[in-house]
Nanobody
């Protein structure tokens, strides 16, 4: 069983940057996919980016393409989300989750959810 724990959230001004980390413990496979999601109040949980554990495949939502970058850190056993040019509408709770079903868009396809980390973009 894989356990995922997020860290790195906080308060940032518009235009600023944050880096989130999703630490994995337990047994993973090269085909294991980790996705970063967010959920704002009153909105559905949406996939922002996903990456295969092998690092050879990624996917991004149109809303973050060019601003967010997902990557694997083999040394730390984490999946990181670098977020640049942050906007107030990026304010949400950010989660990481995993799946063996390939890079899927629906949150329903993922499990092993972390507890979430709050990101607030405000001046």
């Amino acid at each position: 069983q894989v356990q995922l724990v997020e860290s790195g959230g906080g308060l940032v001004q518009p235009g600023g940057s944050l880096r989130l980390s999703c630490a994995a413990s337990g047994r993973t496979f090269s085909s294991y996919v980790v996705g970063w999601f967010r959920q704002a109040p009153g909105k559905e949980r949406e996939l922002l980016a996903a990456i295969r554990w092998s690092g050879d495949s990624t996917r991004y939502a149109d809303s973050v393409k060019g601003r967010f970058t997902i990557s694997r850190d083999n040394a730390k056993n984490t999946v990181d989300l670098q977020m640049n040019s942050l906007k107030p509408e990026d304010t949400a709770v950010y989660y990481c989750a995993g799946t063996l079903s390939g890079i899927m868009s629906s949150a329903m396809s993922y499990g092993n959810w972390g507890q979430g980390t709050q990101v607030t973009v405000s001046s």
